[in-house]
């Protein structure tokens, strides 16, 4: 970049190299880029700044899509409780049962406390100690909503969403 650019045009071309760049990119391009910007501190501070949030934001959209699945099963599960008139152990077994038939076998061996919501979503969730799924990958995503009934109340969940965020941020 060349200093006798406006700032704003600066920043611009800054923003887009970090939204164009991805991990495959080799680290003397994004030197080359930095090295263009050392005529001015501020802009330089500007782009550390953006790329240490941009990293970040791969966690946030994890957490973001965590956050909704768990709200999702809750969903379900009491779904599965008013339908079917049972208690919550009931209600995770036939949850397993309907929305996650090919786990079924697998859970019926481990030692999940059917009780207990925390344990039959660490079982079902990536990342978890007992979990199948180590890792939140497009298999993980194939297999959660590889059920039509998952993906059929999914949807109605969805219907609603927009009043579970606001009732968790007020």
Known sequence: MQGAKPLRQQIHEVINFIINSDETMKKSEIDRFKLGLIHNPK???????????????TKTKENIIKYILRKVFKWMKEKIMKEDSCD????CKNFVERYFPASKEGFKNSEINFNDDEALFDALMPFKKNSK?????????????????????YCLFLNSFDDTMYADNF
Do not use: C, G
């Open 133 to 153: 799924n180590k890792t939140m990958n497009s298999s993980f995503l194939a297999d959660t909503f590889s059920s039509k009934a998952f993906r059929d109340d």
């Open 88 to 91: 919550s152990k009931t209600a």
């Open 43 to 57: 802009l330089l501070e500007v782009y550390e700044l953006l790329i240490l949030k941009y990293k970040d934001s």
